[in-house]
Nanobody, 127 residues
Framework: QVQLVESGGGSVQAGGSLRLSCAGS???????????MGWFRQAPGKEREGVAA???????VYADSVKGRFTISKDNAKNTLFLQMTSLKPEDTAMYYC??????????????????WGQGTQVAVSS
């Protein structure tokens, strides 16, 4: 069993910042280090969308809507994934999910197909 636990969500005003964390644990050794990891979000009434992904080598990809404002990173030693969000906009309001595709070490937001998900953390941005 693999567990992904997100934290760090909250309510901020537009222009503010938040840092999300996702702690990985379970039977897969070094899940964050070895696999493609991603952040996804789903706003009410909308489909879930990929926000950012990070590969085993640390290279990253971003959705156009967050490029330049969000930064995905990871701490392999702590088996933890992060999403630093700055210049937040009301349209960033959503439930944010951490996920991993353990069948891939390299991925894009188009190819990542997560097989494990966290429970989500809510982000609300007010204007």
């Amino acid at each position: 069993q693999v567990q992904l636990v997100e934290s760090g969500g909250g309510s901020v005003q537009a222009g503010g910042s938040l840092r999300l964390s996702c702690a990985g644990s379970g039977y897969l050794y070094r899940i964050v280090q070895r696999n493609c990891m991603g952040w996804f979000r789903q706003a009410p009434g909308k489909e879930r969308e990929g926000v950012a992904a990070i590969r085993d080598d640390g290279s990253t990809v971003y959705a156009d809507s967050v490029k330049g404002r969000f930064t995905i990173s990871k701490d392999n030693a702590k088996n933890t994934l992060f999403l630093q969000m700055t210049s937040l906009k009301p349209e960033d309001t959503a439930m944010y999910y951490c996920a991993t595709d353990t069948r891939r070490s390299r991925c894009t937001l188009s190819t990542i197909s997560p097989n494990y998900w966290g429970q989500g953390t809510q982000v609300a941005v007010s204007s």
